[in-house]
């Protein structure tokens, strides 16, 4: 992959096929359809994600729900227009799809969600503790796109990240690499009533804040998120 995005918005997946294709939109003629993956995370938890695809990439693609398959491409978030306000929606988009062979698919298992994105804070940093005492930092990363687009990108440092990014200033320009996962939260809606929804977001396991003024680099920070 030496397309240009790909150098600043990757991730490689591997996971079984959780839901049938829905259609999603056309752009030129060429259709675009949506399903979810199951993908496993090192402890017994697996994340379930949202995943957009051109019908020009499944022709030969067996897409029947718990195949196993290897996808690459970017997480990319999109604006859709709900209920009078706008609504930021994340996907992996599909660059290259393919089925692994048994010895492929153990290998892979090892390292089944992967994502580098090399962006700049967008927003103001959010330092907070769990209730079980774990520190975590939310962050907003802009990357670029093609045509003056960007890609809004909700990320978690935990630990001694946590506490490093908690001192970014917006705009700062940050490498990181990680995993996407997917959380459940309550939110109360317009009727006071409780529901279920999904939030999707990179779980930094290291970072780089890159040095503008004088091309060098702070100190890389390293921790696996649980």
Request: glycine content about 4%; overall charge neutral; proline content about 3%.
């Amino acid at each position: 992959m030496n397309d240009k995005q790909m150098q600043s918005n990757y991730i490689k997946i591997v996971g079984k096929i959780h839901s049938n294709l829905e259609y999603s939109h056309e752009v030129f003629g060429e259709k675009f359809f949506e399903f979810f993956i199951e993908v496993p995370r090192l402890s017994s938890t697996k994340d379930i994600l949202p995943v957009i695809i051109s019908e020009r990439l499944i022709n030969d693609i067996n897409m029947d729900l718990g195949n196993h398959i290897v996808i690459e491409g970017q997480f990319r978030s999109y604006n859709r227009y709900e209920n009078s306000y706008n609504k930021l929606l994340l996907r992996v988009f599909v660059r290259d799809i393919y089925v692994p062979d048994d010895n492929q698919l153990e290998e892979m298992k090892r390292h089944p969600n992967e994502v580098f994105l090399n962006g700049f804070l967008c927003k103001e940093t959010k330092f907070r503790t769990t209730p079980f005492g774990r520190e975590i930092t939310d962050m907003l990363i802009a990357v670029n796109r093609s045509y003056n687009k960007s890609d809004y990108i909700p990320c978690i440092a935990w630990g001694r990240n946590a506490r490093y990014c908690e001192k970014l200033e917006v705009g700062d320009h940050i490498k990181l690499w990680g995993r996407i996962q997917s959380r459940n939260y309550q939110k109360k809606n317009e009727n006071d009533v409780y529901e279920t929804k999904t939030a999707y977001e990179v779980s930094i396991t290291k970072l780089e804040h890159i040095k503008e003024n004088n091309n060098r680099k702070k100190d890389n920070e390293n921790e696996e998120s649980g």
